[in-house]
């Protein structure tokens, strides 16, 4: 299956993906396959070819969070994380963060600990729990967090911010609604630090990254863009 994600364009996206990346990440895909057969991890998801894109898709992000987040090990909270997507192909290309997957879903949580076991990624932790009793939890643990389809940017904005350090910042994927999204946003409490396209090798549906930080949490970063 290797050759099939070079051929969907993953080299394309400027990565310089070693062999042990691939070879993880077909991993990955393999044993997101194999459970969704029997545990229906997620529709999107169930068909090979979809899995394939939504994980490019996945990986496409991380030229910006690479530009942002140049701390030593930044942690970062996976909201709703699913299937895995972004956290476990951004964890398997960047070891030294630290990414904490928060998924209420038993059998999801289940699917997210195998794979961390069989690709021994010991760089995240998975949590099987609702992200409301996270937040009460591991209130302000986080240098960013991230989601993809997981609820409305509004939403999904108000659930982040008490998982949020003092100048954390918010990774939105969205889609073509992104521009109907951000006008449930208060920008009073908001700030839209970056609104960049992705481009998706062979994928013709609009991507955006939405990076959001907090009115009272702005940092250097920030200002510069």
């Keep these: 299956m290797s050759q099939d994600l070079l051929a969907l364009g993953i080299e394309e996206l400027g990565l310089d993906l070693s062999r042990e ?39 496409a992000v991380l030229p910006v969070m690479r530009e942002f987040l140049q701390g030593t090990s930044p942690q970062i909270a996976d909201l709703g994380s699913g299937g895995g997507l972004p956290a476990i192909p951004i964890a398997i290309l960047q ?19 195998h794979v961390r076991g069989r690709l021994k990624l010991k760089n995240i932790e998975v949590l099987s729990e609702r992200v409301e009793v996270v937040a ?37 994927m969205k889609g073509k609604k992104a521009d109907e999204e ?16 992705l481009q998706i090798p062979h994928l013709a549906a609009e991507r955006r990254l939405l990076v959001l930080s907090p009115r009272e949490k702005i940092t250097p970063l920030e200002q510069d863009h």
């Design 21 to 59: 990346n691939i070879a993880n990440l077909d991993l990955f895909l393999h044993e997101m396959a194999r459970w969704n057969q029997v545990h229906n991890l997620t529709a999107i998801e169930g068909e090979q070819e979809s899995i394939r894109l939504h994980l490019i898709d996945s990986i």
């Design 95 to 113: 070891p030294e963060w630290r990414l904490t997957l928060i998924e209420a879903v038993r059998k999801k949580t289940a699917f997210l600990q």
């Design 136 to 172: 009460v939890q591991q209130p302000a643990q986080f240098d960013a967090v991230i989601s993809r389809a997981f609820t409305s940017l509004a939403r999904f904005l108000e659930l982040s911010l008490p998982l949020l350090k003092p100048g954390g910042l918010v990774f939105a």
């Design 182 to 197: 951000m006008q449930e946003v208060c920008l009073d409490a908001w700030r839209l630090v970056l609104d960049a396209p």
